[in-house]
């Protein structure tokens, strides 16, 4: 690790199945040249901002029976006990109990817990961020309900604000504040993808409408990677005859803010579609196949907003339910057996479970669930912004066997997901494993079925 | 003044107010950080989101489904509660106890289902310590405050058996006359108000903040028809 910072942006790498940049010759896992005493003090002081009552209350509640280490695919995969979820958690603990527990006077008195130094922090960047893909499983392991990927995600804030983010996600991070895309999909580069794709599929894609009632966002995994993601979706809202659009000045829903623990560059990624929306006139904010950016969006949005949004936020998988419940979706059946891999974002952590199952039912398809599924589904192990760290693959591969598991034991012909960071995840694991199968995306199986007959 | 005098005067008001206090000291601690005001459009309504934080609070008393659990340990601790209930809420001697001081009353179990509980209370706490000191994960995350909390619940359970002073035999069943054992039981009573002492300042309070934390939650994910 060095103290020293990157200056000049990073370059991508797009021949890798994993898309993120380069692999650094040298590693810059710091930022800034604080001293250790400020770094420690900077993640007091954020740690301290995000005490909540509900933060508060789940650190005053844990047990330590250590059930939440079996619900973790880092810890399944690599039985080691530092990756217990909660353990991930300890120096937020340290400092709640020191700096703001109804205890405070007595460990403060009595010195009983040192304050958290920045070499813990350094040690603990590993645990909260190359170890941890904020799926939530855990939680539901936990007997006291304590919700650790949430309380992870407050943790990351406290380490950015120390300076003690990984390489990776502060490059990708520091690219989406200066170009406004994390993974190069500029607006320029959007435009210039779209033109492509309509004129190679032969279909319109909306761009730039002044109005429309839906605001489609997409993925910068999406546009530099699968775009034909964004074919079928193009396809899809043609094909009910939706007033949409794509804008320009606010598409991309991917936000490493949120992964990185910046809390303003989230803001100002959110923020961005929000003012497109409404700028739009859009009744509906429709987000891509991307976990992560239902939480920023769907609950976060609001809340960083500071008031209620004035328009529905809908995952594109909600998006299809509601099409195929309203009968506007005319689809053809779905022959062979098909698995179903759920975003944990948008599932376990979202509540938008039953969606793709009511689409796949639409489609008549043979759905041969995992082992187990749902709700309690495994993470990919990409999550978090954790496929984007190349020092972390060989975890995240070990991780990644319990997951090949579960697809061999569901017995299905095909795979597919709702999440085009899963799909990263899986096109890189079985890329490394030499693995014969392949994820596919729900939104382009589906469009694969559009019914030409109404 | 004689120790059971002690244990029965000075000493139980002393640890019941600490315990009474301290206890309501921690929550004021949690509620008077700030409340986070939640925007989202929530997917359910306001009553049902009430409900998802009470069933948060009883459903979390279940092993959670399709998440592997620990199984032995799991099993371990449902025993070593279900015991320590029984024995501290059942138990003839310990109704009245709560009676002469609280006023409030309930018709006790057979003194044999507190011996046979208490047995499986020691049992099952020697078996959680053991793996508190064996297992990788548990012993991580285990601090003094672990240890205190086992040590300060297993007293009254040692101290309570000491006092029967003779072997059990099926029939016929009584309680002991207690009276004539005022060592041990002012040691027993003590042992007691120890653990109402350490319990709102260790671990042992989760028997409070259980019903906080899983509410929490609760109330959260059913806003978001989340998985509990």
């Not at chain 1, 509640?61 to 810890?75: D, K, P, Q, R």
């Not at chain 1, 006077?105 to 040192?114: A, D, G």
């Not at chain 1, 803001?267 to 992560?292: F, K, N, Q, W, Y």
């Not at chain 1, 975890?395 to 095909?414: D, L, N, P, W």
Request: charged fraction near 20%; glycine fraction near 8%.
């Amino acid at each position: 690790m060095s103290g020293a910072t990157q200056t000049a942006l990073e370059p991508l790498d797009f021949d890798a199945p994993r898309f993120t940049i380069e692999k650094p010759a040298v590693r810059f896992d710091e930022q800034g040249d604080a001293s250790d005493a400020e770094r420690s003090a900077a993640a007091v002081r954020a740690f301290m901002r995000d005490l909540t009552r509900a933060t508060a209350v789940y650190l005053e509640s844990c047990v330590h029976c250590g059930h939440c280490a079996e619900a973790c695919h880092f810890y399944v995969a690599s039985g080691d006990p530092r990756y217990t979820p909660i353990w991930k958690l300890e120096p937020l603990a340290r400092v709640y109990k020191r700096e703001a527990g109804p205890l405070r006077w007595f460990y403060k008195t009595f010195s009983w817990r040192k304050d958290i130094s920045a070499e813990e922090l350094r040690e603990w960047q590993e645990l909260l961020y190359d170890s941890c893909t904020m799926c939530g499983r855990c939680t539901l392991a936990c007997p006291m309900g304590i919700d650790i990927a949430g309380l992870v995600a407050k943790a990351r804030h406290a380490m950015f604000a120390a300076g003690l983010v990984p390489h990776e996600l502060h490059a990708v991070s520091e690219r989406a504040e200066r170009e406004g895309s994390p993974l190069g999909a500029t607006p320029k580069v959007l435009k210039e993808r779209i033109a492509w794709l309509a004129d190679e599929h032969e279909v319109e894609i909306a761009l730039d409408r002044p109005q429309a009632d839906i605001l489609v966002t997409l993925s910068s995994i999406e546009i530099m990677k699968y775009p034909g993601a964004l074919v079928a979706l193009a396809k899809i809202l043609n094909r009910i005859g939706a007033s949409w659009t794509i804008r320009s000045d606010g598409y991309e829903a991917t936000n490493f803010g949120l992964f990185s623990g910046n809390l303003e560059s989230q803001r100002a990624m959110s923020v961005r579609i929000i003012d497109a929306a409404i700028a739009s006139g859009a009744t509906t904010l429709v987000l891509p196949e991307c976990g992560h950016a239902y939480g920023a969006l769907r609950w976060e949005g609001a809340n960083i907003y500071g008031k209620p949004l004035p328009f529905r936020v809908l995952h594109v998988s909600e998006f299809l339910a509601e099409a195929v419940r309203d009968r506007r979706l005319p689809l053809k059946r779905l022959q062979g057996s098909i698995t179903f891999h759920d975003p944990c974002q948008v599932s376990r952590r979202g509540g938008a479970t039953a969606a793709p199952r009511e689409v796949l039912a639409a489609l008549g398809a043979d759905l041969r669930e995992m082992p187990p599924a749902g709700d309690a589904n495994w993470c990919c192990g990409g999550g978090g912004g954790v496929v984007t760290l190349h020092r972390a693959d060989a975890h995240r591969y070990r991780a990644f066997t319990i997951k090949m598991a579960q697809v061999q034991a569901s017995g299905a012909e095909r795979l597919a997901t709702s999440c085009s960071n899963c799909r990263l995840t899986f096109d890189d694991g079985g890329a490394h494993y030499g693995w014969d199968r392949k994820m596919e995306s729900l939104l382009e199986v589906v469009a694969e079925q559009l019914d030409d007959v109404r | 003044m004689e120790l059971l005098e002690f244990a029965r005067g000075p000493a139980l008001a002393v640890s019941a107010a600490v315990f009474v206090v301290g206890l309501a000291w921690r929550i004021y601690g949690i509620f008077t950080r700030p409340a986070r005001v939640d925007y989202s459009e929530p997917r359910r309504r306001d009553r049902d989101m009430a409900a998802g934080g009470f069933r948060a609070v009883f459903a979390k008393m279940l092993p959670p489904k399709g998440v592997k659990i620990r199984g032995a340990q799991m099993l371990n601790a449902y025993a070593y509660h279900i015991a320590l209930a029984l024995v501290a809420f059942t138990f003839a001697p310990h109704i009245a106890f709560i009676s002469r001081h609280l006023g409030v009353g309930w018709t006790p179990l057979p003194d044999p289902v507190t011996y046979v509980a208490t047995g499986l209370a020691i049992i099952g706490l020697f078996v959680a310590l053991m793996y508190r000191l064996t297992d990788g994960v548990q012993r991580l995350l285990s601090n003094f405050d672990d240890y205190a909390s086992w040590a300060v619940t297993l007293l009254p359970l040692v101290t309570g058996m000491a006092l029967l002073e003779r072997a059990y035999y099926p029939a016929p069943v009584a309680a002991p006359d207690l009276a004539t054992s005022p060592t041990l039981l002012a040691l027993h009573l003590l042992s007691l108000e120890l653990m109402l002492v350490w319990l709102p300042f260790g671990k042992l309070a989760h028997a409070a903040l259980f019903a906080f934390s899983r509410w929490r939650t609760g109330v959260d994910f059913a806003r978001k028809g989340a998985a509990l």
